[in-house]
């Protein structure tokens, strides 16, 4: 289907030439002297090279028809990660490389996106956000108020996030998956 180049972001598949790309990186530049455009970062599903293409905002691009299914993360081994399908029940595996980085986010239940073409799954899509609960934070420096700060902590999963002074170990917090970056604390 026919989209607009802007809409296009990281995990997205793009149909180019007969080949199938999965977008890495997407980044809308703007130059201080004539249009802006969009610059993809992709890597061929088939092969696994690596291009990159520039489209103009208003240019139009082929996105891959895909299957999507609504799935459940049930376990990790190694890099092999299982879901279940949410209406056959069905139990797929998935190598962490399909997953990208947002890996370290998967709880146990998530429910994700997985588009899958002619039965082999692309991509998988994880939620915008996750909670998680903070395990270790360093302590506040006394005099670092007069601008916004942050210090590092660590996630129960294990990544490194900086968050307000205010924020301590065993505060749960909301982090953005995309960019791993912290949002707010948690309502519940």
Known sequence: MKVNANTMRKGHILEDGGKLY?????????PGKGGAFIQL?????RTGTKTSMRFRTQET???ARLDEHEMSFLFAEGDQYTFMDKESFEQVTIPGDVIGDGKVFLQDGM??????????P??????????????EADPVV???TASSSYKPAVLENGVRVLVPPHVDAGTRIVVNVEDGTYLERAKD
């Open 41 to 45: 970062e992709m890597k061929d599903v």
């Open 22 to 30: 999965v977008i890495t990186a997407a980044n809308i530049v703007q």
């Open 61 to 63: 691009v082929e996105r």
């Open 122 to 135: 692309l991509s998988v899509e994880l939620p915008q956000t996750v909670t998680l609960r903070i395990v």
């Open 142 to 144: 006394k005099g670092q």
């Open 111 to 120: 429910e994700v996106v997985v588009q899958s073409f002619e039965g082999a």
